[in-house]
């Protein structure tokens, strides 16, 4: 099976604007969690989307949205961009047994 | 909520010797466990879970963890380290499927040659 795959891998924006990222699970995954990861903050749980629900939800303001497609593709979008949200952007799929598998980020740099 | 605390943020050993990296977790509730290890510039990759059963759990790459719920730990061990497995590595809980997985602050291995 092939894994998660995120697009684009880089990107690079400037403040105030705004970016859309994109998450394929493993092929039967319908669970798809969005991370954000700095060096100073760790790993952040952003939120989570089942069956096209978001079902959890971390604590970060309205900027950062997301959705799920019927086809269990996700894609996250943070509005209004800020330095601070410069960042590697993680997505996982989660088998029906609980574990949830990578991809291999996206990596955000806000100028 | 879960808390999950790896109380080593390094950890430098030299290669061949053993090494153990430590996690505790905040809730006595039935939980999943996990570890994951990241590589530069890359994603996590699962390393080993606990979900039920027998409480020593063996994962790829020669790393094993053991279950205490007691101690609400949940620590990776690997009796001789290599070069190759320098890299920072995340312990992770889960309350069940379906739930929000926690992660640790991580641990940066570092193997010396």
């Known amino acids: 099976k092939a894994g998660v795959t995120q697009t684009p891998r880089y990107l690079i924006k400037t403040r105030g604007q705004q970016v859309t990222l994109s998450c394929s699970p493993i092929s039967g995954h319908r669970s798809v969690s969005w991370y954000q990861q700095t060096p100073g903050q760790g790993l952040q749980f952003l939120f989570e989307?089942?069956?096209?629900?978001?079902?959890n939800k971390g604590n970060f303001p309205g900027r950062f949205s997301g959705r799920q497609f019927s086809n269990s593709r996700s894609e996250m979008n943070v509005s209004t961009l800020e330095l601070g949200d410069s960042a590697l952007y993680l997505c996982?799929?989660?088998?029906?047994?609980?574990?949830?598998?990578f991809g291999p980020g996206t990596r955000l740099t806000v100028t | 909520a879960q808390s999950v605390t790896q109380l080593d943020s390094q950890v430098p050993v030299f290669e061949e010797a053993p090494v153990e990296l430590r996690c505790n977790y905040s809730s006595s509730v039935s939980v999943y466990l996990f570890w994951y290890v990241q590589y530069p510039n890359q994603g996590l990759q699962l390393l080993l879970k606990y979900l039920s059963g027998s409480t020593l759990v063996k994962g790829i790459n020669g790393f094993e963890a053991e279950f205490n719920k007691s101690q609400t730990s949940f620590h990776l061990r690997k009796p001789s380290v290599h070069i190759s497995d320098t890299a920072e590595y995340f312990c992770a809980v889960s309350e069940g499927t379906g739930n929000q997985f926690y992660f640790g602050t991580g641990t940066s291995l570092t193997v010396i040659p």
């Open positions: 989307y089942f069956s096209e629900t978001q079902r």
């Open positions: 996982a799929s989660s088998s029906a047994h609980g574990e949830q598998y």
